[in-house]
C-alpha cells in the first residue's frame, strides 16, 4: 500500500480516458458503482483485467459505503493512461483502511487483501475536504499481473 497526497496529472501524460460520477450512500451505490465503471472501461480494458478491476471495484465500494457517515456521497473516478487503469473511490470517511487478517468464520475483512492481490499497487490519498482517496492501479498487459 502507498499513501500519497493527490496531485495533478501533467500534461504529457493527460488520460486518454477519464470518466468519474457521484453516488448517494445507500446500498444500491455498490452495483450501480460495478455497473459504471464495467461501461467505462468495456472498449479499453482486456477482459482478464477488467474481472479484476470490477471485483476491486466492488471491494472499495463496499468499504466506502460502509465506513462513510449517513447523507454523503461517494465518488469513483476512472483514468486509463498510456497502458494503466487507476480506479479511484473518494468517501467522506476519515479513516485510514487498513489490510486485516479475517478469521476463517469472519463474514467480513477481506476486501483489501482483494484489491491488494488484484491491484499492481494500491494506496490512499488525502483529498481536500473531510475524507479520502483509495484508489488502486491496474496495468492493462495481461502478462503484467503481480498475483
Known sequence: M??????????????????????????KAVPQTRRFVREAITDHVPDDRADDILVCTSELATNALQHTPPGRVLRVCVTITRGTLRLEMHDASDSTPQVREAAEDDARGRGLLLVATLADDWGTSLRDGPGKIVWAVF?????????
Open 139 to 147: 496495468r492493462l498487459a495481461a502478462a503484467s499481473r503481480n498475483a
Open 2 to 27: 502507498t499513501t500519497t497526497l493527490a496531485t495533478p496529472v501533467p500534461a504529457r501524460t493527460r488520460p486518454t480516458v477519464h470518466i468519474e460520477r457521484t453516488f448517494r450512500r445507500s446500498r
